[in-house]
């Protein structure tokens, strides 16, 4: 019997995907992968950086590769984590949907993930504020059958499933998306917040790790010129 027809049989690894602009990543970020690794026992989770995001204005975005390599610092001393640039690389407007079946799209180990996708369950982690924005989403029908949903609360975003979603992605799928979500404690930390401190000097110590700080600080980003 051949290994691919013994992949049924194994124990599917959990991957979990946290997709963003990450501009810059904040602790927020982190608090909200490591909650969800541990609520859904994630075996991996990997941060994904947009190129450029679909639905968000680009103005004040940092260059994709600072906005990468602010992550790798981030989560550097989580063994969990790990950073890919697989929608940087592909560049173009990022869509979850693509970067999604190129996760999948092979038996052979993901040469940007490093996962064996043919025996994998992939975890599309999103904040609540993106739920009335799946609606909006390229292929998001596709993209429920592919996945599966976990929604993490955020501060002032409902985390019940809106009618038009459950509609489009059908009922049974909607009651999934529900049953996964994940409660954290509320974090009140935003990436444009920190870029409007950073604007006006202000301290952004307890917002990011240092690590963080520290690179935007040496590589002058958020300021102006």
């Given amino acids: ?13 959990r991957i979990g995907i946290l997709g963003g602009t990450f501009n810059p990543i904040h602790n927020g970020h982190l608090v909200m992968a490591e909650e969800v690794s541990r609520y859904h026992d994630l075996s991996k989770i990997f941060f994904i950086p947009t190129y450029i995001p679909p639905h968000k204005n680009a103005d004040s975005l940092a260059n994709a590769r600072h906005r990468y390599q602010m992550v790798k610092e981030a989560i550097k001393e989580n063994e969990k984590f790990s950073v890919s640039d697989i929608e940087i690389r ?3 407007k990022s869509y979850t949907i693509d970067t999604i079946q190129e996760i999948l799209g092979s038996d052979a180990p993901s040469t940007q993930t ?21 609606v909006l989403w390229k292929s998001i ?43 954290i404690a509320p974090v ?3 990436s444009t917040d920190i870029r409007q401190k950073l604007k006006k000097g202000a301290s952004i110590h307890d917002l990011v ?3 963080v700080e520290r690179y935007i600080r040496e590589n002058g980003l958020y300021v102006p010129h």
């Fill in 114 to 134: 490093g996962v064996d996708s043919g025996d994998c369950e992939v975890f599309l982690i999103l904040g609540s504020d993106s739920l009335h924005e799946l």
């Fill in 141 to 183: 029908k596709r993209l429920s059958e592919l996945c599966y949903f976990v929604i993490v609360n955020r501060p002032g975003y409902p985390t019940k499933i809106p009618e038009k979603l459950a509609d489009l992605i059908g009922r049974d799928r909607a009651l999934t998306i529900e049953k996964l979500q994940v409660e």
């Fill in 209 to 211: 790790p240092p690590c």
């Fill in 188 to 190: 009140e930390i935003s």
């Fill in 1 to 13: 019997m051949s290994t691919s027809s013994l992949s049924k049989f194994l124990p599917r690894e």
């Fill in 90 to 92: 592909r560049k173009g």
